[in-house]
């Protein structure tokens, strides 16, 4: 595990501090009311509710919020494996892929569960000096335990050079 982890894991698991990462970060996620639920090195649990600045005018969750918690928890993931790491990662969404299953109404819970398999392609990146890309699973399930929707977000690694 990357020994910056740690110290990544408590900012972001500090709730005080996790909004202001978002706020400096990532102002819209803050805004719209993105959540860290539960982070660890292997998952990530992001909360979205709906609310007047989530909603869209169909009565549910705006779609784009619902890419930026799909994103985000996938995101958390990488950026705690890039985090102070030397050499320095560059990290990209390349490419996403949604199918959304049903009305996002009340609250939302995105999850993904591929952190051992997003450290395995930035030390795959730092080991041959090449990019790397890896396809991340990240699930949204309302409070009945149905899936909303289910975002594939694919992401590209590559180590710098100095």
């Known amino acids: 595990m990357n ?5 990544f894991s408590r900012l ?3 709730p005080i ?3 202001f990462f978002l706020f400096q970060k990532l102002p819209a996620a803050f805004f719209a009311g993105l959540r860290i639920q539960y982070y ?3 998952k990530c649990v992001v909360r979205i509710r709906y609310s007047w600045f989530s909603q869209n005018p169909f009565k549910s969750i705006y779609f784009a919020v619902e890419a930026m918690a799909a994103e985000l928890c996938s995101g958390m ?11 320095k990662i560059s990290m990209l969404v390349v490419k996403m892929e949604v199918n959304f ?8 819970l995105f999850t ?4 051992a398999a997003i450290q395995a392609a930035i030390n795959d ?3 041959t000096g090449e990019g790397k890309t890896i396809t991340c699973m990240s699930k949204g399930k309302n409070s009945a335990n149905e899936v909303v929707a289910e975002f594939l977000i694919t992401w590209s690694f590559k180590a710098k050079t100095s």
């Open 17 to 19: 501090s996790f909004g």
């Open 125 to 127: 990146s730092i080991a």
């Open 40 to 42: 660890d090195d292997q």
């Open 12 to 14: 972001i698991n500090n």
């Open 101 to 108: 299953i049903k009305k996002a109404t009340g609250t939302v």
């Open 77 to 87: 993931l990488a950026f705690g494996q890039v985090y102070m790491r030397n050499p």
């Open 112 to 115: 993904c569960e591929d952190g």
């Open 3 to 7: 020994p910056a982890f740690s110290k």
